[in-house]
Structures are given as structure tokens and as C-alpha cells.
């Protein structure tokens, strides 16, 4: 190690290669790989990390580090993990440390500290001393009143009294200040609930984690047991085990699912040792909960998918829950990660168990599991008294004909509805479109009102009365007339959103109370939390929302839940669609009647005999795993093949498409064999925020070569600047 005088060291800020940097001999024995570093770079110091060091370097004298920030900064595994993702995902190093170093890291913002106030003396002596400084000195009576009050030392800013006073009281010896470090835990109350006796189903599947971890190699589980039946009292008794033997745990759950009812639920059993690691802390409180991990303080973590890479010390358990939601891809951005993919390889690279649960898993990890990869855990019944929904497919055609126009609910619904809310009961209405209507068209000449900016419709919003953009947020007033036939025709509005379906359901019921939860309700911080406190605290009878509503919440008191428009799913041309379906009418089943009261889920569609369908409704996941593995069989799709979506984006449509066609042709020349590359087409939003978008997908039998032959590919030619491509290893989505 010490004859490394050099460290090639990867700035934070985009630079794509390596800069080699001499090792000042004080930092020699402490430099390692993954140290986080200051460095001059020409005049102005950066911030970066040790990728490799070496004895000497090609180029001539070196600048010397300045500055060693962290000799710890990413562990080996760490380590490792950036570089598979890299490979993997097609994704620069630079980019991919991104991910491993999140704000609070690259910023070095400092745990946070606070003074508390206590007294120095006994209550008696600060009683008399209170006494005497009243009228002449009242703020430092007033300092010891409160003090006196308090059932515990305050925070100095607490208690909102003048400094100086409390400074002239420490002087006098009558109070003492004490510095406290912010740990980033929480300090909410919460009432503790013991370890619950296992089911027989529970008690197998634990028995198989705690093997593993006791072995302490790597292993997946796949949990596959239906809504209800206690995979998170695994979780929590596989969490107790991992900390019986000194390892600490990471739990991810989708981002909508972090909520303080899900935090509850294991502080009621582990107490506060717990970091929850979310976006609305502040950068300080991460920095704290982060360093908490680090040092093992604290062992386990909670968090939404950037939680994945935490550096929880000693890792010996990794639970991903409701492993199939697509929150824990990252689509948008490279790397294009799947946190259970990138869990699983984690998994690998620390020793550790990996835990994936789900109710519907995907066909990608059932698929592994039958082929013994992962081990299968199943759970086939609820835990408590509580049976299954009962479901029924509703034709809405007969239901239109019946009203005799257009309606959002079958007759079965709303007198569902009624007797639900006359029992006191609760009912969710899910309906994936948000807004009021969906479109403003012309009635003459079809024009249809768009957005400037991106290709799409806008939706008119009853609230703020507005036509809004989906895609970009451009708000437009509505159209009086139509712009192309000016005057002679009427604009008309066509299809649905949420709004509408609350606003026609308080026509109807009058006296039914409603909530709505979308992305429009939903904007403001904590409001989504909000929604949810208000309806569990049953201050409306009816919970009206987008798929958001369906995810991993628990209201005791749902019995009904109404699928609106249950084929809007099926219309996407993606090979997932059925599977997204299957989902989410199982998410939906969750939700109805958890507790002692029977439930009942109306699934409306205009395709009753639809072979999904009745699979769905019965909950029978095998036999619709088997029928969709037959067809992504014939296909060709995965978890037959595996896949590539890359996409062009550029300000000029032509260009952009020139450029696409150019990359692809030179792909299809040097790509292995066995890959297929698919004909490139305008991406499923073809314009967003001025970008024309062009992509293509290529089939492939293994990601690793043709990842390998996209970089070569990548490094051989720089894209024109205003051409951004991004490369979208395993896509979740291969429409938009
Ligand atoms: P899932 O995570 O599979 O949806 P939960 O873990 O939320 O299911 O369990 C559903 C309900 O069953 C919860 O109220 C939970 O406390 C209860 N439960 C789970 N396991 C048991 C058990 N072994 N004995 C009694 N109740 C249980
Ligand atoms: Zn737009």
C-alpha cells in the first residue's frame, strides 16, 4: 500500500475521465479506494472520490491531494456495486457515484448539534434564586421558571428567552448548557407491540431466512403470500434475527408506502434505533441518520429506492417490500436502476439475505424462483380473521344502456356506495386519470387543444378551471372557439378524471362525504400524508383517487372498492400491461375489508370477456402466470429474453431521427448475434418540453455483452450536444 504515490480521483462534477493526483505522504497510510477528496483542479478545489491508485502516473508532476475529506467514504461492496451498476446500466462511473453519494455526502453538511438548558442546582435553590431576580432581573427569572416548569432539559431555541440572560446564568453556576448531537432519529411516541406466535405458512418461510442468515451467504427469498397475510410480521421477525446476530438490516418500500403508519409498525417494535431516510428530511438529519449507519449505531434502515445504498455497517439483510412496484425503477435518469435487481447484487457482494415480498410478484422473480435462483416462501393466507373480497366484473356497456347515457358507476356501485356509507363503513374509487375532463375537441373539424410544448392533449382542470399539460404543467385558458374553423363550431370536452368522478358522485349523494387523492392533491409536502390521516379518521366516506390510492395502505374500515375503468390498463401496447393489471386489481383487493368486516371489489369494464379478467378477480396468480408466460414465451419477451430501450431526444424532430438511425445502424453492425434490434419509432410521448423523442428496443439473450458493445459504441462517438440519449437497461416501460 505505501509505495501508492498516486491517486486517480473522480470529481463529483461531470468529467469523464480519471485525474491523477500525487499522495502527500501525511495521507499515505490512510488513502484507500473510495476515499472521498479535495482537489485543485486549474484554480477552483473540487470534490471527489479515489477510483484507483498507483505507483506512478504517465503524466509528469502531479499536484498533491489537498485535502482528505473522508478515508471511508464508500465501503468495498460499495465500491464494487458502483462499478457492476456501471457496467451494467451503461452508465458512467461519475454518474453512478452520484447515486452512492447523495447530497449530504458531496456537500459534507455536518450532523446537526443543539444546547439544551438544564438547571446546575437543586429545584429548592433555583426556586429562591427565582424569587429574588423577579422585578429587577425578570428575564432570568423568567429563564428559571420555565426551566422549573419543564419535565425535561429544553432546547436553548425552545425556550424563546434572551441569550445574555442565559449566559449571565451560567455565570452565576445556577444553570449549565449542554451540546447534544442530532442523531436523525425521530423521537415520536409510539406504543410497543411484541413479536406475534407465527402461522405455520410464517413460520416456514422464517425458518429459510434465518438459515441464511445464520450461514451468513448470500441468498434471495422471494415472499409471495397474498395481501393480508403477515408478510410484514416476517419482516420484522427476520429483522429481529439479522440484529440477534449483530448485522443490521435495510428495508426498502415503494416511495408512496413511507408513511408514519408504516414506521409505526416496526418503531412499535424496535423502538427509535431505527433511520428513516426520506426526501423530506433535511440534508442535516440524513448526514446524521447516514452516519448512524455508518458507524452501526444504529442497524436498521427504512427508506424509498435511493435507501438502497445507505452504508449500513455490517449488512446482513436487505428486505424489499412489494418487490413488483414500479417505483423502484428509475426510468427517468441514468443509471436506469431497478433497486431489486441492484438489492440482489448487493446481496451478493455483502454476504447478505435478500428478502423480496410481494402479493403479485413479478413474473421476472417468480420466474427466478421456480428456477431455484431465489427461494420461494409462500403465505396462502390472510393472517388474521379476515377472508378474501369477494369480486365482481361488471359489464358497463349494459350498465350504459341501462342509465341510458353516460355514467361513471354501475347501478351494483352506487347502491354499493349507499349501503356502505349508511353502515358507517369506508369505499375507495380508483380511476387513473386525473383532472376533470380529459379533452377539449372541436366538433366540426376534430381539432383538439394541445399543449405547445410536448404532443399531447391538454386536460381541462375544473380547479383552477384551467386546460393543464400532463407532461410539462403549461396551463392554457379554456377554448371558447375553435382556432382553426373559427367560430362556426362548438369545442366539445371527451373523457374522464377524477374531478369528475367526485363531482358526479356528489350530485348523486349529496350527504356522502369525499376526499380525492391524485398528483393534483397531492402537490404540497406532506398533503398525500394528510389525505390519508383524514380518511382513516374517517372524516369522508369515500376516497376517490388514482392508482396512488391502491398502494400498501391499510384503512380498517374500507369494505368496497370500485375499479372504474379497469381496461384503461389494457389499451397501453406494452408486453407488461396484462401484468400491471393483475397487480393492480390485487393491490385493490388488499384494501377491501382487512379487519372483520367482509369486502367487495366491482371491477367496471367494457371487455367482460377479457380471459384477464376472471384470473384477476378470482386472485388466482399461477394460473395467470402461466398463461402470461405463455405468451411472453411466444414472443419472445422477458423473462425470455431480456431488454434495451434506448432513447433520442433533440430539439429538432429531423435531426434527432437522423442521429437515432445513425447509432442504431452502427449497433446493428457490431452487435453480437444472438441480439435483435427492433425498428427505431417515435417514443409513446414523441414530444415532451420541446424534445422530439425517438427510441428503439434491442432483444437480447444477456445484458452484460451488449452493454459492454453500447459503450465502445458510445465512447466512439460523441452525440451532438443538444442530443441527449438515454439508455434504459431492463425497461419497465417500453411504450413512453
Ligand atoms: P401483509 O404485509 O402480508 O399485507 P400484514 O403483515 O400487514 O400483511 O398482516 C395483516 C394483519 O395480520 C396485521 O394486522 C398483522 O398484525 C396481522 N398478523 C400478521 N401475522 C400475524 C400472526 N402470526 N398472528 C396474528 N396476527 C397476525
Ligand atoms: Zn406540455
Redesign the pocket.
Known amino acids: 500500500m505505501s509505495e501508492n504515490r498516486v491517486a486517480a480521483v473522480l470529481l463529483d462534477r461531470s468529467l469523464e475521465k480519471h485525474l491523477d493526483y500525487e499522495i502527500p505522504s501525511e495521507m499515505q497510510a490512510r488513502i484507500q479506494v473510495g476515499s472521498r477528496v479535495e482537489v485543485f483542479v486549474r484554480k477552483a478545489l473540487c470534490k471527489g472520490t479515489v477510483a484507483i491508485l498507483k505507483k506512478a502516473s504517465t503524466f509528469g508532476t502531479l499536484r498533491p491531494l489537498h485535502r482528505l475529506i473522508e478515508e471511508h467514504g464508500l465501503s468495498d461492496p460499495l465500491w464494487q456495486l458502483a462499478h457492476w451498476m456501471s457496467r451494467y446500466y451503461c452508465c458512467p462511473l461519475q454518474r453512478t457515484l452520484k447515486c452512492l453519494t447523495p447530497p449530504n455526502v458531496r456537500r459534507e453538511v455536518k450532523q446537526k448539534t443543539r444546547l439544551t438548558v438544564s438547571l446546575a442546582v437543586t429545584r429548592e435553590e433555583a426556586l429562591d434564586l427565582c424569587r429574588k431576580l423577579q422585578g429587577k432581573q425578570s428575564a432570568q427569572a423568567l429563564v428559571l421558571e420555565k426551566l422549573l416548569k419543564a419535565e425535561r432539559p429544553p432546547c436553548l431555541k425552545d425556550l424563546e428567552v434572551s441569550r445574555s440572560s442565559v449566559d449571565t446564568l451560567v455565570k452565576k453556576g445556577a444553570v449549565r448548557l449542554i451540546e447534544i448531537q442530532e442523531n436523525g432519529l425521530d423521537d415520536a411516541e409510539f406504543f410497543p407491540s411484541p413479536p ?4 405455520g405458512e ?1 413460520a416456514a418461510c422464517l425458518t429459510e431466512i434465518q438459515k441464511s442468515l445464520d450461514a451468513g451467504v448470500f441468498q434471495t427469498h422471494l415472499l409471495f ?9 416476517v419482516y420484522l421477525q427476520a429483522i429481529q434475527h439479522a440484529l440477534s446476530l449483530g448485522k443490521s438490516a435495510l428495508l426498502l418500500v415503494p416511495e408512496i408506502a413511507l408513511t408514519s403508519q408504516t414506521i409505526e409498525r416496526f418503531r412499535a417494535r424496535f423502538g427509535l434505533k431505527l433511520a428513516i431516510l426520506h426526501h423530506r428530511k433535511s440534508l442535516g438529519e440524513r448526514s446524521a441518520a447516514w452516519e448512524s449507519l455508518k458507524s452501526g449505531e444504529v442497524k436498521i434502515a427504512i427508506g424509498a429506492r435511493s435507501a438502497l445504498f445507505c452504508p449500513a455497517k455490517n449488512l446482513g439483510l436487505i428486505i424489499i417490500d412489494e418487490e413488483h412496484d414500479s417505483s423502484y425503477k428509475q426510468n427517468e435518469e441514468m443509471p436506469t436502476y431497478h433497486a431489486r435487481d441492484v438489492a440482489v447484487m448487493r446481496g451478493k457482494l455483502e454476504k447478505a439475505t435478500v428478502l423480496l ?1 410481494s ?1 403479485t410478484p413479478s413474473l421476472d422473480s417468480y420466474a427466478n424462483a421456480l428456477a431455484g435462483k431465489y427461494r420461494l416462501g409462500v ?1 396462502s393466507t ?3 380473521l379476515a377472508a378474501q373480497p369477494t369480486m365482481r366484473i361488471i359489464d358497463m356497456k349494459q350498465a350504459l344502456d341501462k342509465a341510458g347515457g353516460f355514467t361513471h358507476f354501475c347501478p351494483e356501485l352506487l347502491e354499493g356506495i349507499e349501503e356502505r356509507t349508511a353502515k358507517g363503513e369506508q369505499t375507495l374509487l380508483l380511476l387513473n386519470r386525473r383532472g376533470y375532463r380529459r379533452m377539449q375537441i372541436c366538433s366540426e373539424c376534430r381539432y383538439i387543444a394541445k399543449c405547445p410544448h410536448c404532443d399531447l392533449s391538454l386536460t381541462y382542470h375544473k380547479e383552477p378551471n384551467l386546460l393543464r399539460c400532463h407532461l410539462c404543467d403549461y396551463q392554457a385558458q379554456l377554448l371558447r372557439e375553435c382556432p382553426s374553423c373559427r367560430g362556426h363550431s362548438q369545442m366539445e370536452f371527451r373523457g374522464f378524471g377524477t374531478e369528475h368522478v367526485e363531482r358526479s358522485l356528489r350530485a348523486l349523494f349529496p350527504h356522502i362525504r369525499t376526499l380525492r387523492m391524485d398528483r393534483d392533491t397531492t402537490r404540497k409536502k406532506e398533503s398525500h400524508e394528510e389525505l390519508f390521516k383524514q380518511f382513516r379518521a374517517h372524516k369522508a366516506d369515500v376516497l376517490i383517487g388514482t392508482q396512488m390510492i391502491a398502494k400498501g395502505f ?1 384503512f380498517p374500515c374500507v369494505t368496497l372498492v370500485g375499479i372504474l375503468n379497469a381496461d384503461a390498463q389494457l389499451q397501453i401496447p406494452d408486453f407488461r400491461s396484462a401484468e400491471s393489471l393483475f397487480q393492480l386489481i390485487a393491490q385493490a383487493s ?1 384494501r377491501a375489508g ?1 379487519s372483520d368486516l367482509k369486502g367487495e371489489v366491482i371491477l367496471q369494464t367494457f371487455l367482460p370477456h377479457h380471459p384477464l379478467l376472471p384470473l384477476a378477480a378470482s386472485q388466482n396468480y399461477t394460473a395467470f402466470y402461466e398463461r402470461e408466460m405463455e405468451e411472453r414465451k411466444q414472443f419472445s419477451f422477458p423473462p425470455f429474453s431480456r431488454l434495451i430501450k434506448i432513447v433520442f431526444s433533440g430539439p429538432d424532430e429531423k435531426e434527432t431521427n437522423r442521429i437515432a438511425d445513425a447509432f442504431r445502424a452502427g449497433l446493428i453492425q457490431s452487435a453480437p448475434p444472438d441480439a435483435e434490434i427492433l425498428p427505431m419509432l417515435p417514443a409513446g410521448h414523441p414530444k415532451i418540453k420541446e424534445r422530439y423523442r425517438f427510441q428503439f428496443l434491442i432483444k437480447t439473450k444477456a445484458i452484460l455483452p451488449m452493454a459492454d458493445r453500447l459503450e465502445q459504441l458510445r465512447q466512439k462517438g460523441p452525440l451532438p450536444k443538444n442530443i441527449h440519449m438515454l439508455i434504459d437497461v431492463d425497461p419497465t416501460a417500453t411504450f413512453f
Open positions: 406475534k406466535i407465527l402461522n410464517q403470500g397474498v395481501t393480508g397475510s403477515g408478510k410484514t410480521e415480498g402479493a403465505l390472510r393472517a388474521t391499510h388488499g382487512r
